[in-house]
Structure formats: structure tokens, C-alpha cells
């Protein structure tokens, strides 16, 4: 199945809740992200607010421990996890990763921790270990780039979110042909590494390798840093929520498409920030659900 994602599409995902509900009903979200050269980057994705925006119960940010002290203070709806760090980056404490992963539905990986040897062995760890859906981008991609077959023996769903840059460096193709050949290439990536494939363009495509989900929705003002932080913890809202991966990514690229549509309108398409967007993703989903 093929199809270009409307609000219809995402409507059936936002069911009304029953009263009875707490924060635990609606999952966990675990976000690992940053190091010290990228400490914006945590920030960026505890706009995993956006999380909390798309329906997550409670949401964690997990950081080296240098930078809890300048998160706390804009980070007020997200709990902070400080992990141990050693030069500016995480370090692979596997008791305190089970920890950190324990009653969790959903965990994000990669924004911003670096392109180093430990996030390898952080991808790896959680790939072995954790028992929850796993969304991994940016520097979690270069990372399994290096070594695709850690993808191979993965027990859990796995979403992957890179641009055109990241996938020719997960696959070895060139850029051009994959801009040009897009749906075949993440289609077969998909199928190969049974994952969830989202690979970023102003047309995105999401595919589990058998149904493929076209995304039209969005602005060039989105071309800067911080957009896919953003999208990854709206994504990951979904996912902790119980949302099947396939349909959390999907809507997801969806909700962030469309946040960033109105949230231009409020500036231009050269000032718009990443976190200007987030605070539009409330009205989206508003929207989404009149549409039931």
C-alpha cells in the first residue's frame, strides 16, 4: 500500500481518553541525547515537550552529567537523567542504561551525543537490551553506518530518521541516486534490516519495507538545525504511547510538517525556529482531532 498522509490518516491515532487515565497509561519516553560540543541538542529535543504534546505521560531527558545543571532551568515538564560522561561525552554504564531503561515504551537515541566510539557502543547496548520500540538519528546513524550489521539481530522495533546525507552513508549510494530513487532505496533498506525507514526530504518517506507512507507536508524554513531533534521527539511522543512504529513515524513527520506550516506564518521562511515550531504542534494536533 502506497498513500500520501492527510490529517485522516493521523485523526484515528488521538482517541478520546478515559477518565480514569494517569500519566502511566500513556508511556514512557527516554531521550539520550548530547555531549558537550552539541549541548543545544538536549534542549532541541526535550522539546520533547513535544512528546508530551502528542500524548506521552511522562518524558526523560537523558544527558551527560555536566549538562544537568544547564538544563534544569529550561527544562520543566521532562525529567532529567544525568548519565556518566568522561571528555564531554556519554559513557556506556550498563547498569545505569538498565536503569534508565526499565518500564520504558520508547526510547530516542542519537541527537547530539557525537560521533565518537562510545554512542556505538551505546547503539549496541540498547539494541542487545532494551525491550521497547527504538528510534535512532543523527550521530546513533553514523554510528550504525560504520557497522550496518548491528541492525541484523535487533528483538525490538526500530525506527531509523536519516536525511539523504545519512542514508548514502548507510548504504554507500550516492546521494544523487537516492534523491532520485528514494521509495526504492528505503523500501529495500527496510526490507533488508526489517526497520521502520523514515529518510527526510522536502517529499518524506516512510516505509516498513512493505507499505509506504509519503509526507508532503512542511517548509524550507525547516532547513536548519534542530528540525530533526524536533520531529524525533514527536515521533517518539507517539511511540511511547503504544503507537505502532510504522504509524508513529509516519504521523509524526506529519505533525512536524504541519506545526512548522503555521508556525511560519507567525515569521519568515529564513527566522523560523526549530522551537518556534514546537510551540505550534498543540494546534495541529487540535486540528487533527476535529477531523474525526
Known sequence: MEFYVENKDVAKLFLPRQKDSHKGTFGTLVIICGCERYAGAPYLASLGASALRTGTG????????????????????????PL???????????????????????????????????????????IDNAECPLLFDADALNAISKDVSL?????????????????????????????????????????????????????????????VAINTSGTPAMAKGGSGDLLAGIIGGLLARGIKPFEATFAGAYVAGRSAEKAV??????????????????QVVTEIIKTK
Open 265 to 282: 506564518n507567525q515569521t519568515n521562511e529564513y527566522s523560523l525556529l526549530p522551537s518556534e515550531t514546537a510551540t505550534f504542534v498543540s
Open 151 to 211: 541492525l541484523c539481530n535487533h528483538k525490538q522495533p526500530v525506527i531509523l530518521t536519516p536525511h539523504i546525507g545519512e542514508m548514502a552513508r548507510l548504504t554507500g549510494l550516492d546521494t544523487r541516486y537516492i534523491k532520485q530513487n528514494k521509495q526504492k532505496v528505503a523500501l529495500e533498506f527496510a526490507q533488508k534490516y526489517k526497520v521502520v525507514l523514515h529518510l527526510k526530504d522536502s517529499e518524506s518517506i516512510t516505509t516498513d519495507g512493505t507499505d
Open 84 to 126: 556518566h560522561d568522561k571528555d564531554g561525552y556519554i559513557c556506556l554504564d550498563q547498569k545505569q542504561f538498565a536503569e534508565l531503561t526499565h518500564k520504558t515504551t520508547a526510547i530516542i537515541c542519537g541527537m547530539g551525543i557525537g560521533d565518537v566510539p562510545q554512542t556505538r557502543q551505546i547503539v549496541e547496548f540498547l
Open 58 to 81: 511522562i518524558v526523560k531527558i537523558a544527558v551527560p552529567r555536566f549538562l544537568t545543571s544547564a538544563l534544569q532551568h529550561r527544562v520543566t515538564e521532562c525529567t532529567i537523567f
